[in-house]
């Protein structure tokens, strides 16, 4: 119950495409649903996060929509980036405790 | 910008050997984590902290790992004795307070046990 599943695995988009992650829970007691970006040999980054009251946020061309129904969050890239070309984590986490992280996304943009 | 500080940044060390890192905390953060790192797979918590006191340390190997932050400031992560299966990256990571989502992440230390 504590998982959280990231798809897919890897992700391959062209310079100016739209690069879609998807990630599903099953605790319905997360409260806090952030993504980080980590590029090689780096820490983890906060890119942007959301709370169950809103169902989407975006910030410049990175938008989180969540689905409280389906207990399921995506991360869309917008005008994807070779810059963007990164793991992407997605997380959640009960109030402010431990995040409990997906497996991870490679996406590669291509120019 | 204010950033977390992890030292060393790459660790090399012998099977059975004891090895330490670092943490420095953004200044003012109240809450520090930290977290292993496998190869290809998301960060887990070891152990976080609230000011000097352990609030959840229950996925900390106690037999071998041991944290600290004596002064409700900087933290120290020990492992005693190393094992190959500790080959990870060990990172740190702050937030303001018990009550502030966000958690910002220091570079980690990569560490490999031979």
């Known amino acids: 119950q504590q998982q959280v599943k990231q798809s897919p695995q890897s992700l391959i988009v062209q310079k100016g495409g739209i690069s879609i992650i998807n990630c599903a829970y099953e605790?319905?007691?997360?409260?806090?649903f952030p993504w980080y970006q980590q590029f090689p040999g780096k820490g983890p980054a906060l890119l942007i996060a959301i709370r169950p009251d809103v169902s989407e946020k975006k910030e410049g061309r990175f938008t989180i929509s969540f689905n409280k129904s389906a207990k399921q969050f995506s991360l869309h890239i917008m005008d994807s980036q070779p810059g963007d070309s990164a793991t992407y984590f997605c997380a959640a986490s009960i109030y402010t405790d431990k995040l409990i992280f997906g497996t991870g996304t490679r996406l590669q943009v291509f120019p | 910008e204010a950033e977390v500080a992890q030292s060393p940044r790459y660790k090399i060390t012998e099977k059975s050997q004891a090895v330490a890192f670092w943490c420095d905390p953004i200044?003012?953060?109240?809450?520090l984590y930290w977290y292993r790192q496998i190869l290809g797979q998301g960060p887990e918590l070891l152990v976080q902290f609230q000011d000097e006191s352990v609030v959840d340390d229950s996925q900390l190997p106690k037999d071998r790992f041991s944290a600290e932050r004596l002064k409700g400031v900087d933290s120290t992560l020990k492992i005693q004795p190393a094992e190959l299966g500790d080959s990870a990256m060990y990172l740190c990571a702050s937030s303001f307070d018990r009550d502030s989502y966000e958690q910002y992440f220091g570079p980690g230390t990569r560490l490999t046990v031979t």
């Open positions: 200044s003012g953060h109240a809450t």
């Open positions: 605790n319905t007691a997360f409260d806090y």
